[in-house]
């Protein structure tokens, strides 16, 4: 599997803000963010709860689009696509790839039919098959179980798999460590890790779980719709 993307800098974030609300109740998740991720780049995020880390990734994903500011994933400008749902959800499935909480399979598909509907969706060949990609996360021996018959580790191996079907440019992670054990928890960032370097793949990953930091390359944090240098507390 060779991902052939030419570009640096992946993911560009220029000033980008968003308001949520109305009235009293109106509020930033995103303010004034500025942002850049590199092919190879595994940059994770932190921050509390409501401090704006779903949006960020929802907006870098192309599922909402910003007030103001510039979003481009791999030189495109997200914002010129905002008129055209179609043009949207076809860039989006073709040079972006998801992996959310607990895989988020579908209950009635195997794993190796759940990254062929992804290949269909994409428009890819009808001569796929999934198995390099369920080799290259150790989940081809499972290819046939469906996802109530894996654990959660399991589950998430084969959503990685799927994210990287349409080979993408850019991943977008969200708490992919929320349902593991420790074990289970380092095993799954230290996968995503090394997708990102062997296939040039920008990741960026959402997640409230400090002991698996030490896989990404760059950590940032986000309070209050801001991001800025996470900074490890001290004992």
């Given at each position: 599997?060779?991902?052939?993307?030419?570009?640096?800098?992946?993911?560009?974030?220029?000033?980008?803000?968003?308001?949520?609300?109305?009235?009293?109740?109106?509020?930033?998740?995103?303010?004034s963010v500025s942002l850049e991720i590199a092919r190879s780049e595994f940059v994770g995020v932190v921050g509390p709860s409501g401090a704006g880390k779903s949006t960020l990734l929802?907006?870098?994903?192309?599922?909402?689009?910003?007030?103001?500011?510039?979003?481009?994933?791999?030189?495109?400008?997200?914002?010129?696509?905002?008129?055209?749902?179609?043009?949207?959800?076809?860039?989006?499935?073709?040079?972006?790839?998801?992996?959310?909480?607990?895989?988020?399979?579908?209950?009635?598909?195997?794993?190796?039919?759940?990254?062929?509907?992804?290949?269909?969706?994409?428009?890819?060949?009808?001569?796929?098959?999934?198995?390099?990609?369920?080799?290259?996360?150790?989940?081809?021996?499972?290819?046939?179980?469906?996802?109530?018959?894996?654990?959660?580790?399991?589950?998430?191996?084969?959503?990685?798999?799927?994210?990287?079907?349409?080979?993408?440019?850019?991943?977008?992670?969200?708490?992919?460590?929320?349902?593991?054990?420790?074990?289970?928890?380092?095993?799954?960032?230290?996968?995503?890790?090394?997708?990102?370097?062997?296939?040039?793949?920008?990741?960026?990953?959402?997640?409230?779980?400090?002991?698996?930091?030490?896989?990404?390359?760059?950590?940032?944090?986000?309070?209050?719709?801001?991001?800025?240098?996470?900074?490890?507390?001290?004992?």
């Amino acid at each position: 599997m060779s991902f052939a993307h030419n570009l640096e800098t992946i993911l560009r974030f220029e000033n980008v803000t968003l308001e949520l609300g109305d009235g009293d109740s109106r509020v930033r998740p995103l303010d004034s963010v500025s942002l850049e991720i590199a092919r190879s780049e595994f940059v994770g995020v932190v921050g509390p709860s409501g401090a704006g880390k779903s949006t960020l990734l929802a907006v870098a994903g192309a599922l909402q689009s910003p007030d103001s500011g510039s979003v481009r994933v791999l030189d495109q400008e997200l914002t010129e696509m905002a008129g055209s749902q179609g043009k949207m959800a076809k860039f989006r499935l073709r040079n972006i790839g998801f992996v959310f909480q607990s895989g988020n399979l579908i209950p009635a598909l195997n794993s190796a039919d759940q990254l062929r509907l992804m290949n269909r969706l994409a428009g890819g060949s009808s001569s796929f098959d999934p198995m390099p990609f369920l080799e290259a996360v150790d989940m081809a021996h499972k290819a046939k179980n469906l996802p109530r018959q894996l654990s959660g580790g399991e589950r998430q191996r084969v959503g990685i798999a799927r994210a990287l079907v349409t080979r993408p440019g850019l991943l977008l992670v969200d708490e992919p460590t929320a349902a593991l054990d420790r074990a289970r928890s380092q095993q799954v960032v230290a996968l995503l890790a090394e997708q990102s370097k062997t296939h040039g793949v920008a990741v960026m990953m959402v997640t409230h779980d400090h002991e698996v930091l030490g896989h990404c390359d760059r950590v940032l944090e986000m309070v209050d719709g801001r991001l800025g240098t996470f900074q490890p507390a001290t004992t």
